[in-house]
């Protein structure tokens, strides 16, 4: 077998004669008893360092980890708890201000509705009365203003029926002759 090392660029033959005069202990095979030895002390004191020493503390670390977060997601599920009941009780009383404000506007429009219908009433018992009253001043001027017109018709005619005979006709005679057309 040929060995060539890298950094010296040398060859080395690995035989036993080799090997025991100077190369490599590992490869002797007369060595390999104490080898096994050493390896299987070497190996049970790391076994027990491990076991005894960083594997507690590791899992130490580990569990207390573990239980932060369980803590921590519990916590988070008692606040995730209070949130939805503090939701809750917010649209509760949202819902709560909701129906008092259309109570209360209910309120206000049938109290406006009341208060126009009667302001209508009011206002139309007015108006009926001014109505009347007109009425009143209408027929009354109307009732006048006839008697004004056969006061003036009698006059008129007086005048109409002296100017085109020449005869001169009393007012009684003249009132009676336009009372009659007037019917």
Not at 68 to 78: M, P, S, T
Request: aromatic share 4%; no cysteine.
């Amino acid at each position: 077998m040929r060995w060539v090392t890298p950094l010296a660029g040398a060859v080395m033959f690995a035989t036993p004669a080799v090997a025991s005069e100077g190369g490599m202990p590992q490869l002797d095979p007369s060595a390999f008893m104490p080898q096994l030895i050493w390896l299987a002390i070497t190996f049970i004191a790391l076994y027990f360092i491990m076991t005894k020493l960083a594997l507690p503390r590791i899992g130490g670390a580990i569990e207390q980890r573990r239980s932060k977060i369980a803590d921590d997601l519990d916590a988070a599920q008692n606040l995730k708890h209070e949130t939805e009941k503090a939701i809750a009780a917010y649209e509760a009383a949202l819902a709560d201000a909701r129906a008092k404000a259309h109570a209360i506007a209910q309120e206000t429009r049938d109290a406006l509705s009341a208060e126009v219908e009667a302001e209508r009433v009011k206002t139309e018992a007015d108006l009926a009365e001014k109505l009347a009253g007109a009425e009143k001043t209408i027929n009354d001027s109307k009732a006048k203003a006839l008697g004004e017109v056969q006061a003036v018709a009698t006059s008129l005619a007086g005048h109409i029926v002296s100017e085109l005979t020449g005869v001169k006709v009393t007012r009684p005679e003249i009132s009676k002759a336009v009372s009659s057309l007037a019917k």
